[in-house]
Nanobody, 116 residues
Framework: QVQLVESGGGLVQAGGSLRLSCAVS????????RAWYRQAPGKQRELVAR???????DYADSVKGRFNISRNKVGNIFYLQMDSLKPDDTAVYYC??????????WGQGTQVTVSS
């Protein structure tokens, strides 16, 4: 079974950058979609970026042009490069993977805090 572990969160000043990583264990070849979500205090979890099996990507309007989702060749790590960070980007970030059976797996989350 697929398991996900995020890393790379932290504290950064506005305008700075961070790269989040999501390590996939289990059967990464079974994954058809990879995504990053975030949840800020008092708000619902929202989709930030999604990467399809064909490597097509979709982004939330609030992060377009600033964030980039990618994966390594093997498919056992995927990333969220976050540039030009804003205080509104402060949230717990979660990675998620969907496999071909319809099963969705979530990581444990990593905190990103952007100071003004």
């Amino acid at each position: 079974q697929v398991q996900l572990v995020e890393s790379g969160g932290g504290l950064v000043q506005a305008g700075g950058s961070l790269r989040l990583s999501c390590a996939v264990s289990g059967q990464p070849v079974s994954i058809i979609n990879r995504a990053w979500y975030r949840q800020a205090p008092g708000k619902q979890r929202e989709l930030v970026a999604r990467l399809g099996r064909d490597r097509s990507a979709d982004y939330a309007d609030s992060v377009k042009g600033r964030f980039n989702i990618s994966r390594n060749k093997v498919g056992n790590i995927f990333y969220l490069q976050m540039d030009s960070l804003k205080p509104d980007d402060t949230a717990v970030y979660y990675c998620k993977a969907d496999d071909y059976t319809g099963l969705s797996v979530w990581g444990q989350g990593t905190q990103v805090t952007v100071s003004s």
